[in-house]
Structures are given as C-alpha cells and as structure tokens.
C-alpha cells in the first residue's frame, strides 16, 4: 500500500500534465501576455524550466530511462515551449 502522500503527489502530477498540455504553449503564453526583450526572455526561460521539470517526472513515472527518457523529455519541452 503506498502512503497518502505519494498517492496525492502523483495525482497532482497527471492533472498538471493534462493541464500543461490543454494550455497554451510558452512562446503563445508570451505573446498573449505581449511580452518582449528580456521580460519575454527571463518568461520562456522559466516556462521552460518548468516544462523540464514536470517532462522529467513523466518521464520517470513511465519508468523511462536512458536515451528513450531523454527523448520523450526533449519532445516533451519542445511541445510545452512551442514554436
């Protein structure tokens, strides 16, 4: 039986990535908040940390490991980030 906590964590973790993938992508983030320069830039780079970060714990919650980890994070970023 696993404890409450990681039971609560990872149902915050699948509604976080349901949520990041319905929402808007970082670069349409900014431009919808009409971001530009180094507001535009200091926004992407935290969105994109952020993006890597819960990519990341996807990506161990497949259980992926080595290069398909890296990979699906990699596509997972760029998706989040967007063109």
Request: contains cysteine; hydrophobic residues 45%.
């Amino acid at each position: 039986m696993r404890p409450i906590k990681y039971t609560f964590a990872a149902s915050i973790l699948i509604l976080a990535t349901q949520s990041w993938a319905d929402g808007p992508t970082c670069n349409a983030a900014a431009a919808e908040k009409k971001l530009a320069g180094a507001a535009k830039t200091s926004f992407l780079k935290k969105c994109e940390k952020d993006a890597a970060a819960i990519c990341d714990l996807t990506a161990s919650e497949k259980k992926l490991a080595g290069a398909a980890k890296s990979s699906f994070t990699k596509k997972c970023v760029k998706g989040a980030v967007g063109a």
